[in-house]
């Protein structure tokens, strides 16, 4: 196949079969290239102990080949059928205050249990052989965002083995978690638990310890059954889909595992900036594999789970699916194709709603489909970025950790003040972890990074010549969430130039004003530190002297501080500082709400905003979308698009 | 009995004996007539398990007979004694949770536990063996305020029987559940449980079918213990009071299965409204079995369990009592008698307060007592209505899950909607299911009918000439709560003459203007609907066109759609409309804050504002409260009441 | 050891040997004295049940003696080590809903396990053998923040042999938690259970009762290893740290096994009203047992527990340190000596912050030091008080039980209203039990005394000639939580000279208008009542007559009665009233934000506001602080303080 695809979860059991041959039909009307089977399955596969029920899955796959619709088989993993917990109650999950929960709904399993994992294996095995060499097998999904926690007794004794593994002795792992506090020193291994309900704080570095336990585990289910299906067939490729911008898996170690990237994405209607939000998702799901991945899942009016769930306003559906294109989606598909007409979800809009066919819905549907048709020459392509946001889940669970200097603290908001910014400037940067080689980038964000474990990367970027920022209450702990000796931001103290006596969550209602020659002035928020200066110069400071920003010159780079949240138009202001600072390629700042990205040789236009606007397009290109001449400027009206390749000649 | 009954709770056990004497003889200065003993009696006449203690019971009612008070006698089995829930731990309720819930509160019991039951109707009948002729006993009183709900595994086992009799076979259970999504299937009847803890969503049918059969195992509950009462007391009438307006129990299916409705209601002293909240409830009660009803609990002041208690204002009592008595009360009764020393409810008014007799709230006791007397001409006498406001359990419960368009849909928010500005216009509703012969009534208000288990009764009666009106988001599920093909309104469509592509649940702050020439301009809220008119008439539009009230010819009748929520003033004016347009004997619209009631051939007239106001009243009139004529107007101070007899001659 | 103690809690066990070194030569810089060694040392004294490991605890008492510095040694009995909880699940405790609380945090036992009683005590009895003949031991400290509560079946077991040494009888429980409302009687002993998850309101003796046990296994606790300690060193001070203004132990009784009461106090940097907490946290403490106290914990700067945790702000550390001394703490300790690298508490400041000791928060802790040692000569000094407030524990847990006439009354926010006056009027009081003998004071204080054991104390008091003032809902109900015959205020009815009918919780935005000749108009809040005066005088009163404030004669004295909350400005005109006519001592009132206490001869003042303020001091002093004179008036900055002893001659 080649283009982009377009398609949805399709979950025929769902509907008579004589729906199914109208569901081909209307498929073919839309466009529809690739449809998701069996995500749900795992009941009407296996409908008691053993038994296999394969027959209506190989006529529907058998039906969508002869429609032209490849399939992206799923490994119906994420969804035991009531028997197994009936069954075997140690494989469902216990929560933090120690209820087991139940079946009924979804997700029901305890990652860790061997049961449920040897159930789920011999299934995903015979699907494997079944399907293998099936012509309408184009890739496997395996599970479905994969997310679960547990706390039971199977997941500590799996948890004490993962300590093993990383701590070596039990003298090593009561240094590590600081057990000489409050008297938490472990005598014996097996004495060593999950966090569970207790009378006052957990021992944070437990809980670190468990938050990147239960990521491997589930990424280990990931392996086990993606081990399985390369068995089988070695040259399918095999994803499972990212639930959003999601904290509990390491999407670094997860994507490494996988062959390409899949993502679900849900943005609120109601949020008119879900267009940054999904932006810097998007961008993050490319850096994963550095390459396109894949949509797998979006809504195409409204969801049912949010409080409240209006539909999508007309347009809106193609603006975002073309915007996810421009980041680097080679699929748009759907949760799900035909909305259900019972269960949990039946308000969760489909590809065909309620309503049927006849149907803006559907009308959207099928234009979208036209429209990705005439964006394949995008498909593969690559967007370069000059500036990298590093984002590292191990960060993203210690700084999230309770009885921190403020509650509120929270990773994706730090890192969203950095990408706004970046996104109204026009600017599209990739994301990295913190690890990361950064030499190919001129400018390198850090949101914060309370955690480090080797601040090596970052100054060597410097040394060499780039530009960094880092953002306040970073250099804190070490992997093991332990204080720096000799205070923050620890082993960054040289690079920036700095170093924090103390740290100073604001009230909401505390917006201190800055001053900056540089800058100009402007107020602040959220936070603000007591600095002693090492050598870095003061961009920016509060009325009284205390720096808010800093620049420091390292080697033959700079290393800034945010020391403070600036306010939004500082936060532009200081961006484009920081860009100028890096040489970053000058790109000309798009009006309020819209979006300019470019792929490959294609610069995506798309109109966030309410208003119609103007932007100017030097030189001639031809709309993909439209097929029409474009020549010094495009007009877009609300939700509108275009797609310019430059015109040869 | 003739008249109205008048008393309370009367809790002896609670007091030495010599207190006892004493009641009775502030009884008899009261007024009182009747009252209700034995409600929580359980652990004293059967202090340990298998013995009885009825001596002192004896004493009570016999000194009770000797006043010239009769008795509502209750079985105890609200609140089973400690020793039932310690030497049967499997009779506690477990909730959700899964936490089992302990005794030293009240209700501590499993409805599905046959050890529950088996105590409890051996009780029953040895305590309606032992009263039967007795002379004071003139009703039995069940249980109190039927709710529990259990979720542990003899409910589940129970769950199972009662699914069984519904579904017949398991595929019957799977399909309607809608299993095959999030493969939820069944594979034996044995899996089956009630809807506990989980790790998302649970299945709505599940969900709905434990509603019901919840409901079904309270009425149960119900039958069997007056099955136990019937076979020693066959001409002895028994009631359970309902619980306000409760969503637990189907009150009809309730009702059914009693000699007489009645009814435990507690307004809120701090709510200016709460007369129109009350209004609806008593026209409920009265409807259930469609004749006089007993306001079996209400306080003579402040009550307990609110966040803040305040009493009541002096004379609201009066106004409150009078009010139900209008709207069909054959008795005004009040928990409790004398205010309790000790437990949980000390602070919940008694008709003898904490301050003793020589208080307000006891002289307001006496007086009332004295106009219920005068009012006794008024007992049995019917309450005539056009208008009918359809209210369905199944429907309450099933529009009410979670996962839907918006979590705020709540039902009584929807009946309250249309019931507000009929009682503004001094109309008073009959309710009836969704199942009922209409025919008898000019207009029939269908606040909201989103499940739909049969259409035949509305059609016939908009077809026979009838007005109706249906509220957004009707016509969406069949009882199985799975989506009507082709979309909303279902089976109502054709008879609505449109139908819906997409419902928008409006954010808090929308308040979009509609314009109609029939009902001038307004502001929406709340919702509204992507509609497409297939014959209806548009009564009234969004700026956009898009509308909001719909009228549709059908038969020799109409049906009206409301697909918003109009503004209260605007309801006021449509429901005028509607009124109109059944043809409904007009009526004048009494003074804001006015209620104006025709119970037979008494006009009821309470001032629940806080003005004095003045009313036209045509004709001679005495009134029977003061026994005053009354003759062109009367005027009513704050809280005034007056229960005019058209004067002969 | 004579002057004001200096230190704070010293966990050396945190840290490699290396740094005791240098902790104890900066503990010499900033002139500690003293401090608190092993509070959380368990899980390091003991590894595995039944070992011993003293040689590193050896090592540091020998080092801290050898540097001058004494140490307060702890009983690590708060905090059980994880193979306690392993190996035995049941001394871990189990919440109200029936959860098992885990290790891994602090504080999980069961107060009432003898496992670990057993186990808690052979370790404290070694650790006493040990070190009763240290040099470097001055106090014992017993535990930590004593206030753990369990649910469990051995809690129910040590519950009901309270209950029975408490009530004799089954038919006396049953009689004084009025078990004849709702069957709750008991028919056997084992029946009886601690209050656990319900279906609704639990019976309010069954939680009084609950809470008295509760404070009294804490207690039974403290004893208990008191004993042991008080075996090896009979001569060796024993205390145990209160937590704050603390209602689960009754501070009275705890104090009364104590040698020496101490205190933990963290006033919140972010109100700006916190220093009158404190006074009054301050006041209680001294009033314990009658003299000096010890602050045993308080914190340098931020601590890590609140929402949001800023530093304190320059200056603050010493304004409340010397506020503490000023109201009688001989001690001024810290949690602690140097902040965590890792663990839980890692955010919490410690007297050396992260920062080390180049740091702003170093640099006030040495001067500090400074201050206290100038200090020493009021070390010891009493203060001495003419007005008396009540504190009442059963009185506490009783009024604050659910389903009362408002949720919001909360004891502490009525003690708070009653002090704020008096310390704005520059009054130091003590507090006392309500059964104190009263007579040494002029003036005695009850905020609330919902429930009253015995009137004696005050009806004495007034008759004698003393001034009381009794604040609204007093007098409901007597030790079993049970109305008093003939309602409120009960046994105070005589002695207020009235009787309140009915009590009206007012909403929030109720503030109605009162009259008064003797403390002009005034806006009342939060409550009132309907009173009948039999006796007393009316001294304010609504618009409606109703009166809010009252005097009755009673003997050679008076006492007054607070239907309602005044606001502010009222309250200190009433107060200024109630001191006048208690004939108390007539004292400057200080400027708003300003402290003024006297201690022994030492006239202390503290600035707690924002900006500058002056004050007249009649007479020639000397500044022990400055050692500078001061004649006739003191200027203050932000956080300035002084100690002005009068110059002789």
Chains 1, 2, 3 share one sequence.
Request: aromatic letters at 10%; a negative charge; charged letters at 20%.
């Amino acid at each position: 196949m080649s283009g982009i695809r377009y398609g949805g979860d399709y979950n025929p059991e769902q509907w008579p079969e004589e729906v199914w041959a109208e569901d081909v039909a209307l498929m073919r009307r839309a466009g529809v290239t690739t449809v998701t089977v069996g995500v749900f399955s795992w009941a009407r596969l296996e409908p008691r102990p053993g038994e296999r029920d394969f027959g209506w899955l190989d006529r529907v796959l058998d039906l969508l080949h002869a429609g032209g619709i490849e399939v992206f088989l799923a490994t119906p993993t994420a969804s035991p059928p009531p028997w197994l917990g009936h069954r075997f109650p140690e494989t469902l999950p216990v929560d933090f205050d120690g209820h087991r929960l139940a079946y009924g709904s979804r997700n029901q399993f305890c990652p860790s249990s061997p049961v449920y994992r040897e159930h789920a294996l011999a299934l995903v095995a015979d699907l494997a052989r079944r399907y293998a060499d099936h012509p309408a097998l184009a890739l496997w999904h395996v599970g479905n965002e994969l997310g679960q926690v547990c706390h039971c007794d199977v997941t500590a004794a799996h948890f004490r083995q993962w300590l093993r593994a990383r701590h070596g002795t039990l003298e090593e792992l009561n240094d590590a978690w600081h057990t000489a506090f409050w008297s938490q020193r472990y005598g014996a291994w097996d004495e060593v638990i999950p966090p569970r309900r207790a009378p006052y704080l957990i021992n944070p570095g437990q809980r670190l310890d468990f938050a990147r336990f239960c990521s491997d585990a589930l990424v280990e289910s990931f392996r086990a059954e993606r081990d399985v299906l390369r068995r089988f067939t070695p040259d399918v490729p095999v994803t499972t889909n990212f639930m959003g911008l999601q904290r509990t898996v390491d999407g670094w170690a997860l994507a490494g595992e996988e062959d390409v990237v899949s993502h679900d994405w849900y943005p609120d209607p109601d949020d008119p900036e879900s267009h940054v939000l999904s932006a810097l998702g998007f961008d993050l799901m490319r850096s994963l594999k550095r390459g396109p991945w894949l949509l797998m899942e979006q809504a195409a009016s409204a969801v049912n789970w949010r409080r409240r769930n209006p539909p999508k306003p007309a347009g809106q559906l193609r603006a975002q699916s073309v915007q996810a294109v421009a980041r680097g989606a080679d699929a748009v598909c759907f949760f799900q194709w035909r909305a259900s007409r019972g269960g949990a979800e039946k308000f969760h809009s489909g590809m065909v709603p309620h309503a049927g066919p006849d149907s803006r819905v559907f009308r959207e549907v099928e234009a979208l489909g036209a429209d990705l048709a005439a964006l394949a020459p995008v498909a593969g392509a690559p967007v370069v970025a000059e500036v990298a946001v590093v984002l590292d889940w191990e960060n993203w669970w210690a700084v999230e950790l309770d009885a921190h200097p403020s509650g509120d603290l929270d990773l994706l908001d730090r890192v969203r003040d950095c990408y706004r910014p970046l996104f109204e400037l026009g600017v599209t940067p990739d994301f990295v972890p913190a690890s990361a080689d950064l030499s190919a980038y001129r400018l390198v964000v850090v949101p914060n990074l309370y955690l480090v474990r080797d601040p090596e990367p970052l100054r060597s970027f410097v040394a060499g010549g780039g530009t960094l920022v880092v953002g306040f209450f970073s250099g804190v702990v070490d992997e093991r969430d332990q204080v720096f000796p000799g205070g923050y931001p620890g082993p960054l103290r040289e690079l920036l130039g700095l170093r924090v006596e103390e740290v100073v969550p604001l009230r909401p209602d505390e917006a201190p004003v800055c001053s900056s020659e540089a800058l100009g002035e402007f107020t602040a928020g959220f936070w603000r530190e007591d600095l002693v200066v090492e050598g870095a110069e003061v961009v920016a400071a509060l009325d009284d002297g205390t720096p808010v920003v800093l620049r420091h010159r390292h080697g033959a780079g700079a290393a800034w501080y945010m020391a403070t949240r600036p306010a939004a138009d500082a936060a532009v202001r200081l961006f484009g500082r920081l860009l100028a600072d890096a040489g970053a390629t000058p790109v000309p700042r798009p009006p309020r709400g819209v979006e300019v990205v470019r792929r490959g040789e294609v610069l995506f236009l798309v109109n966030h905003g309410a208003g119609e606007v103007s932007l100017d397009v030097p030189g001639a290109h031809v709309d993909l979308l439209t097929g029409g001449a474009v020549s010094g400027s495009v007009t877009l009206g609300r939700f509108g698009v275009a797609a310019l390749v430059p015109q040869s000649g």
